[in-house]
């Protein structure tokens, strides 16, 4: 069983910054697709960051310029550095993992290829 703890959420104003961190228990970590999905009330998960394991990025367009995944395999986390926070960005974010043979971002964006998830960290961005 592959565990993912999700930390660094919580309230900040509008224009500020958070780093959420995600730990992830097993012995493949670098082996794994990660990836950021966040939920607002009454939304479904989207996609928002990834990184494989040649520390590739992907990005949705929204979050370019603002947004920054990195990962250390020494440390099995990933993080998601957030810039210039909007109220929009409120959300609880959870951190995904997936492996799998397919083609680069275009599976990462599926939601539905990833097997293991985290509890989510809430992020609060006030006006």
């Known amino acids: 069983q592959v565990q993912l703890v999700e930390s660094g959420g919580g309230s900040v104003q509008a224009r500020g910054s958070l780093r959420l961190s995600c730990a992830v228990s097993?012995?493949?970590?670098?082996?794994?697709?990660m990836a950021w999905f966040p939920q607002a009330p009454g939304q479904e998960r989207q996609f928002v960051a990834a990184?494989?394991?040649?520390?590739?990025?992907y990005y949705v367009d929204s979050m370019k310029g603002r947004f920054t995944m990195s990962r250390d395999n020494a440390k099995n986390t990933v993080y998601l550095q957030m810039n210039s926070l909007k109220p929009e960005d409120t959300a609880v974010y959870y951190c995904?993992?997936?492996?799998?043979?397919?083609?680069?971002?275009?599976?990462?964006?599926?939601?539905?290829?990833?097997?293991?998830w985290g509890q989510g960290t809430q992020v609060t961005v006030s006006s």
């Open positions: 995904a993992a997936g492996r799998w043979t397919a083609s680069w971002p275009q599976t990462a964006i599926n939601r539905y290829k990833y097997n293991y």
């Open positions: 097993g012995r493949s970590f670098s082996s794994y697709t």
């Open positions: 990184i494989n394991w040649s520390e590739a990025t």
